[in-house]
């Protein structure tokens, strides 16, 4: 009998913000897959990838320390967010090959009781059901195949860049220039995987405030790409990425002169949506893009 | 391990343009017997040679080191001398693109204007900026720990891959991109060299400069020679306020709002920090009819609702303690 898979949850910052459907949906796949989640309550955020822009030592400093937390309860860090994905393992892998930038961090990290060994691995909840459950057995619990739709992947920089780092992070290998992960696994959800150029670019969302019209630009440029791909919606693994898809297709469409509002699940959506979780648990009301496709499905 | 040679039978899907002739470019189609030893340049080389003499490509050395032969496979920026084909062919299979660095670039065939490239180049004073004694009495020594703080930046190799990668650049004209923003880190980072803040007020100026970054890592993936282009952008906004260069701006009070609100909540506070960084007003102007969309939806917690880390004393604590930069 195979132990329960357990992992120490970083929630981030958008979670329990911008994206509370996000936190609903992890929680119900987890139960309908058996895997304990144990919350990183004391976690802060990871900055983002802005806050290094400022100060690079803090930032290092405060990821470590949401390391540490993952490291004493003896568990793989899992996370939830593209980016809080990035910072936290490139930290691990900064510190892990500098031991004089490593004893720096510590010596901070010591003032407050604690240290950084390097000895929890770092990965996205995507890699870990595919990693540690297998699509195999996800496609096995499948209640409700969605075989009606075309969905289209949209897989997130900070999950696939750099691949050097991302791919020492987990074991599934993910080619940048062209991403299976996330094709498969709405496969495996018995979804029909939409190719377009821009599953593997970036949504601007970085941008969004000092370059607006790049991001929206990039945000439209996506999603036109995946209409006209013929998908009946999106899906993807970061919450950010999602932010800017499914709230922001106003300024871009106008950016790219033509409407581009279409429905964007999280990953932990579709899936739950796979394995007959109701909506209420995958929290569709929060959506801004209407996911009008619900009474299709049940 | 079979070192013998195999033979694949590969379609390659060629851009073809001559900007003298063509109003718009079209694709040709050549099926090829690739070879496993082959790279990308002999498949140029043997389209040109074997198929129609007048098609056209950039290439000079063959050894990875002129940056002529940068061009595009599927979307992937790669150095033709340098890129395997059998690579290629397990990541994309017998059918595959070739195309320009930039499509709307393109004088002929695989040949662009990189113009752009070097007009960004020109503008971070990509040399030495120094007072140099004629008759020194002794030697003007870097030492070895001086020269590493380049982090390699020297060895950019000016190909463009990076810089045509760069979703940022295809989308605004004025923007540097990430080579030229290696240059100025590169001389940035001389320990002789005295232009850093006149470098530093070129890249840190909005639209042009560093802040205009999307953070997508498209340059460290595509870089021939491991030169890691995002680092240097890094070090760059980071110079920006040891230097005291910053401007009280949107885009470096959004980088500073990240460590005030990990100060007082540990998390992220999202909407004070697009409060923060756009101002009351602006941020109501741009932002409202969204906002307002998002708080209908439960998409955004009010300031007494905050979540807050648990243990924030310890967050406030090494804040105080691990702080390195000013604004």
Request: proline residues 4%; glycine residues 6%.
């Amino acid at each position: 009998m195979q132990d329960k898979l357990t992992y120490a949850l970083f929630t981030g910052c958008t979670a329990k913000q911008s994206t509370p459907e996000q936190l609903k949906s992890t929680y119900a796949v987890a139960s309908k897959l058996g895997i304990e989640l144990i919350e990183l309550s004391e976690a802060s955020c990871c900055g983002a990838s802005h806050l290094q822009d400022y100060d690079d030592f803090l930032s290092l400093v405060l990821n470590a320390r949401n390391i540490c937390y993952a490291e004493s309860r003896g568990l793989t860090m899992v996370t939830i967010c593209n980016t809080c994905q990035l910072n936290t393992a490139m930290t691990k892998q900064r510190l892990d090959s500098d031991e004089k930038l490593k004893a720096r961090v510590n010596e901070k990290l010591a003032e407050v009781g604690l240290e950084y060994k390097g000895s929890s691995q770092i990965t996205h909840f995507l890699y870990a059901i595919i990693d540690d459950f297998g699509l195999d057995k996800i496609a096995s619990m499948v209640k409700t195949p969605l075989s009606q739709f075309n969905i289209a992947p949209f897989y997130g920089c900070h999950n696939i860049r750099p691949s050097e780092l991302q791919n020492s992070s987990h074991r599934t290998k993910e080619n940048p220039y062209k991403p299976t992960s996330l094709d498969e696994l709405i496969v495996a959800c018995g979804g029909v995987n939409v190719d377009y150029e821009q599953k593997n670019k970036c949504c601007g969302f970085h941008a969004e405030l000092q370059a607006p019209h790049t991001a929206a630009v990039l945000t439209g440029n996506a999603m036109a790409g995946a209409i006209d791909a013929n998908a009946d919606w999106m899906v993807t693994p970061c919450p950010l990425c999602h932010l800017k898809l499914d709230t922001q297709y106003g300024h871009a469409g106008e950016a790219v002169g033509r409407e581009v509002k279409m429905p964007v699940l999280h990953m932990q959506q579709m899936v739950g949506l796979a394995l007959g979780c109701t909506p209420q648990e995958l929290g569709f009301e929060h959506h801004l893009s209407e996911v009008d496709f619900i009474d299709a499905v049940n | 391990m079979d070192n013998s040679i195999t033979t694949q039978a590969v379609t390659f899907d060629v851009f073809r343009f001559n900007s003298e002739t063509d109003y718009l470019p079209y694709y040709k189609k050549y099926t090829l017997e690739v070879t496993s030893e082959e790279v990308v340049l002999d498949i140029l080389n043997r389209i040109k040679w074997e198929h129609d003499g007048s098609f056209s490509y950039r290439r000079s050395c063959r050894h990875g080191i002129c940056g002529a032969c940068a061009i595009k496979v599927n979307g992937k920026g790669v150095l033709a001398c340098k890129e395997r084909m059998s690579d290629l062919i397990e990541l994309f299979g017998t059918s595959m693109s070739i195309e320009p660095l930039s499509e709307k670039r393109a004088i002929k065939d695989m040949i662009v204007d990189k113009a752009d490239f070097w007009d960004s180049h020109e503008k971070v004073k990509p040399y030495l900026v120094a007072q140099i004694d004629e008759s020194p009495e002794s030697e003007n020594l870097v030492s070895v720990e001086e020269h590493e703080a380049l982090l390699e930046a020297d060895l950019c190799i000016q190909c463009g891959l990076c810089h045509y990668s760069c979703p940022s650049v295809e989308i605004n004209d004025d923007y540097f991109g990430p080579a030229a923003f290696v240059a100025a880190y590169r001389f940035n980072a001389d320990v002789r060299d005295s232009a850093t803040v006149d470098r530093l007020e070129q890249i840190n100026a909005p639209a042009q400069g560093v802040w205009d970054c999307v953070k997508c890592f498209e340059c460290q993936e595509v870089c021939p020679k491991d030169i890691n282009p995002i680092e240097k952008i890094t070090k760059l906004h980071n110079m920006v306020f040891s230097e005291f260069v910053a401007l009280d701006n949107v885009a470096t009070r959004h980088a500073v709002g990240f460590a005030s609100s990990i100060r007082k909540h540990g998390m992220l506070d999202e909407g004070e920090l697009v409060r923060y960084s756009e101002g009351t007003i602006p941020m109501i102007l741009k932002h409202g009819v969204v906002g307002l969309k998002m708080l209908k939806k439960g998409k955004v917690v009010p300031p007494w609702k905050m979540p807050k880390s648990d243990k924030l004393d310890e967050i406030q604590a090494l804040v105080r303690s691990s702080s390195t930069a000013e604004f």
